[in-house]
């Protein structure tokens, strides 16, 4: 039963999939981190579906794209671009990191926030539009999601918290680190085979920009905030998707 209650509130915190509600006790929330990539399989199975639709009734590129863009914020409610502008506004402050910190806690949306969200939604949009959605690339895409998840969860229960309160904090201290850490891990190396086993080009170019962003994710967030937080690891999922996207549009130009 604790694995189910992990699983529920895995969903109800990072998405907006109906689960049954379950209470959080810290005894439940051991393994949260551990069902935190099957929402980006949930993702990735909606895309295929939407890109299989698409084909079938010939639906226009621009169609195709804007709902491809939008189809991860409305499954997770838009809780990692929270974070993603949330951070964008400390980052943009160019703040001592204590001020960074107290930044990232504000409800309210800044300028750089604003600005940076629409760019990112126009870059996904455009790319969208650019990539040929055959099989091979789409199951890479789609794989993708649950990528981005893995590695963040790994920042989770491997890097050092920014500070010791909120809501990574809080799943971070209660997670069996070690346990979460072996499943996670177990699972990056199996996505890893999976992907260059569809196609070794799409499949090694798309590992090497989701672990370039979480290469910097690590340096970012130790040098900027001391550690990291909720809200950093929303913008690195966001900003890991999008190079995952780039990555795989890139090698189908070339």
Request: net charge positive.
């Given at each position: ?63 195709f794209a804007g709902i491809a863009t939008v189809i991860p914020a409305l499954l997770t409610g838009g809780i990692h671009l929270d974070g993603f502008c949330d951070t964008l506004d400390a980052l943009g402050s160019r703040q001592p990191m204590e ?148 990555a795989a549009v890139v090698v189908q130009k070339i």
């Amino acid at each position: 039963m604790r694995l189910i209650r992990s699983f529920c509130i895995a969903f109800s915190m990072y998405s907006r999939l109906p689960v049954p509600h379950t209470e959080w006790t810290e005894d439940d929330m051991r393994y949260v981190m551990c069902f935190f990539p099957l929402i980006g399989a949930v993702i990735g199975l909606v895309l295929v579906a939407w890109t299989s639709i698409s084909v079938h009734c010939g639906i226009g590129k621009a169609l195709f794209a804007g709902i491809a863009t939008v189809i991860p914020a409305l499954l997770t409610g838009g809780i990692h671009l929270d974070g993603f502008c949330d951070t964008l506004d400390a980052l943009g402050s160019r703040q001592p990191m204590e001020r960074k910190l107290e930044i990232l806690k504000d409800s309210n949306s800044g300028a750089f926030a604003v600005i940076g969200c629409c760019v990112y939604f126009l870059l996904l949009f455009c790319l969208w539009q650019e990539l040929e959605p055959n099989g091979k690339s789409l199951c890479i895409l789609a794989i993708g999601f649950i990528l981005s998840r893995v590695l963040s969860g790994l920042s989770v229960v491997c890097f050092p918290c920014a500070k010791n309160s909120g809501l990574l904090a809080m799943f971070s201290r209660a997670a069996d680190k070690r346990r979460t850490a072996w499943v996670l891990a177990a699972s990056l190396v199996a996505l890893i085979i999976f992907l260059l086993l569809i196609e070794v080009k799409t499949g090694a170019a798309v590992l090497f920009a989701a672990f370039a962003a979480f290469a910097y994710y690590r340096w970012m967030s130790a040098r900027e905030f001391g550690g990291t937080t909720g809200d950093l690891a929303g913008w690195f999922l966001q900003v890991c998707e999008l190079a995952i996207l780039l990555a795989a549009v890139v090698v189908q130009k070339i």
